[in-house]
């Protein structure tokens, strides 16, 4: 708008028709203003003096124009005129303020910055790097900026393009983020834990567990393509953005799994693809939705691991036998797109027929042969060997082995088999006399150990147990361990046979003679031999004596004459104080040995004394006879020497 007013005066100095501008622009008007005042502040008060005049700049056309001719052309305006046009002056520049986003227009491009219009007084610069994504940048275009400072120290504009892009960019994320829209952005980078992500110009965090359904260790693939992702969480106060391409590919899933369910059935065929593999079973991929293959329905027959049959990223059909909606289980089945085994038996398997299978389960019960995949039969351990002897499977039996067996029994309907591998040989106990008579002496191998006796085998079903006490005849044995082990080959003798019950009754002292017999006369009550205690408790210790015996000594006959006990270990002396042929056994005592010498010692001594007194005796006898006149001397030393005699028999006695 035009502040200039033309007045065109005739006065009467002759000026006809000269135009006069007077310019009303705000600072023209001031300094009309501050001429009038000045002149009249001076006229009132004489004494206030003027400024000096101020050195006019060099004139130019039309600077020697002196518009002060005459004040008539001089416009004066009242205090609301002036505000009223101040403002019309000021509406024609934008109000701008700090932090403002605004549209400017490239009226400039040099080396290093661009010169925009954003209509204000002045026009800003803004970095050229800032510009970098728009590399066909021109005079003439429209771009965002932000107002970083109104006005510096130097009174210049300060513009940002990057400021305007960042900010933008985290309102339209925060905007999807609360929309839950899809955002497309670049993989700039790869940092800690995971991706930078540019997403409207802004740099996003994906973190690495969010990359892909299935784990990423090799985050550099990623680097430099362009992605679809998922505001997933933000950060207001620091502006933080966390985005993820795993929930758009979860939530393709879940659509994927939502459609199946929908259509599944039980019976269904399926074709998956393996993505894992237990020892408990496998897990297939159906297209989206996740099936488990249990390992006993991957075979009939018995594995040990899925491994056996599949392979990662194997494709392979599969049947529906269950599933659960809430849950999103699905259990699938291998094995029942084939009929079951059983169904389909051949007739070559039947009752007394002899079939030969591979050991795949071992039980204390038994044994399982697998005859064909899905068809067992169980070996019961009685049916293992004609003996009677226990039979241990876990021994017996090892994993992986192949038997002969007899078909005993076979139901279909129950899908059972019971197996015999004796009966695939004659029953020897039929002829158990004729081999093994009462009597004879034969050598055996030590099956098995209790503690009760030994278990022998004389021959492939035919065996007997040596009780404990006919293993020797001179020891005493806690345990038969202490005699033999399983494995030693030992002699025995054929003692009784229990046709019947399949029982021999084996003894291995036998093979020898009765030693007892012989060792009462060594070993006769009162007779002194040296032992060792071997063992010892609160009853007393057994002691070992010579030709291989064993005594007992109650504990009461081990005191020793200084009154300590006989430990173990300790050499010494005993007196046999019972010798029972028929139980076999010896009572010893070491403590009789010393009291019987202290008996011994004192029995001399009494004898001792009782020759002395007999001694005397006589002599004075022989006094008496000799003595013809009694004195009363003579009857005192007599009475004396009565005395005397009367004391020692006192003694004595």
């Not at 024609?92 to 932090?99: A, M, R």
């Not at 679809?228 to 969480?233: D, H, I």
Request: glycine share 8%; aromatic share 6%; net charge negative.
């Amino acid at each position: 708008m035009s502040n200039e007013i033309i007045n065109q005066n005739a006065d009467d100095q002759g000026v006809e028709n000269t135009p006069t501008a007077t310019t009303n622009t705000p600072g023209a008007q001031a300094a009309s203003s501050e001429n009038i005042t000045e002149e009249t502040a001076v006229a009132e008060n004489p004494e206030v003096k003027t400024k000096e005049p101020f050195a006019p700049p060099p004139q130019t056309s039309h600077d020697d124009f002196d518009w002060s001719v005459d004040k008539r052309n001089v416009t004066s305006y009242s205090k609301d005129e002036k505000e009223k046009y101040d403002h019309v002056y000021e509406n024609t520049f934008k109000q701008i303020n700090d932090g403002e986003m605004i549209i400017g227009t490239v009226v400039g491009l040099t080396k290093t910055d661009v010169v925009v219009n954003i209509g204000f007084k002045s026009d800003g610069l803004v970095s050229l790097n800032e510009f970098r994504d728009i590399p066909n940048l021109k005079t003439g275009d429209e771009v965002e900026v932000m107002v970083a400072e109104k006005e510096d120290r130097d009174g210049n504009l300060h513009l940002s393009r990057k400021q305007a892009r960042t900010t933008r960019a985290w309102e339209k994320i925060v905007e999807m983020h609360k929309s839950g829209e899809i955002v497309t952005g670049q993989v700039t980078s790869k940092t800690k834990g995971g991706l930078i992500v540019d997403v409207f110009g802004m740099e996003t965090f994906l973190p690495g567990s969010q990359i892909d359904v299935k784990p990423v260790t090799d985050y550099d693939q990623f680097v430099g393509k362009t992605m679809e992702f998922k505001v997933v969480k933000i950060n207001e106060a620091i502006k933080n953005a966390v985005v993820s391409h795993k929930a758009l590919i979860e939530s393709d899933i879940e659509q994927q799994r939502a459609e199946i369910m929908g259509k599944l059935e039980k019976g269904q065929v399926l074709e998956g693809t393996i993505k894992n593999i237990t020892d408990f079973g496998a897990f297939l991929d159906l297209g989206g939705l996740d099936g488990l293959l249990y390992i006993t329905d991957i075979s009939w027959g018995r594995i040990n691991h899925p491994t056996e049959v599949l392979k990662l990223d194997q494709k392979l059909n599969v049947v529906v036998l269950d599933f659960d909606d809430d849950k999103k289980r699905i259990s699938l089945g291998l094995k029942q797109l084939t009929p079951h085994p059983w169904d389909t038996l051949p007739d070559t398997i039947k009752e007394g027929e002899v079939v030969k299978g591979k050991v795949v389960n071992i039980e204390d019960y038994g044994a399982f042969l697998e005859i064909m995949p899905g068809v067992e039969g169980l070996v019961h351990v009685s049916e293992i060997t004609w003996a009677n002897t226990p039979i241990n499977a876990k021994e017996f039996f090892k994993l992986g082995d192949e038997h002969e067996a007899k078909v005993v029994t076979l139901s279909k309907e129950d899908r059972k088999m019971s197996l015999s591998i004796k009966q695939m040989s004659q029953d020897p106990w039929s002829t158990i006399e004729e081999k093994y008579p009462e009597g004879s002496r034969h050598k055996g191998l030590v099956k098995n150990i209790t503690p009760y006796g030994v278990f022998v085998e004389l021959s492939p079903g035919i065996g007997g147990m040596i009780h404990i006490s006919d293993l020797s005849w001179l020891k005493r044995f806690n345990n038969p361990n202490e005699y033999t082990k399983t494995g030693n080959e030992i002699d025995v003798v054929i003692m009784s046979i229990d046709k019947e019950n399949r029982k021999l009754q084996l003894g291995h002292k036998q093979i020898e003679e009765d030693p007892w017999n012989s060792l009462e006369e060594t070993f006769s009550e009162g007779s002194i031999h040296q032992g060792t205690v071997t063992r010892k408790d609160d009853k007393g210790a057994i002691v070992q004596l010579p030709y291989g015996l064993e005594g007992f000594a109650p504990a009461r006959h081990l005191l020793k004459e200084d009154e300590k006990m006989i430990g173990v270990d300790e050499i010494a002396d005993f007196m046999v104080i019972e010798f029972d042929r028929n139980d076999k056994k010896i009572v010893l005592s070491h403590s009789r040995i010393w009291q019987q010498s202290k008996a011994d010692e004192k029995e001399a001594q009494v004898k001792e004394k009782k020759a002395d007194a007999e001694t005397t005796k006589k002599a004075v006898k022989n006094i008496q006879s000799k003595v013809e006149k009694t004195t009363l001397g003579d009857l005192s030393v007599l009475a004396d020497l009565k005395k005397k005699m009367d004391n020692d028999e006192e003694k004595t006695s």
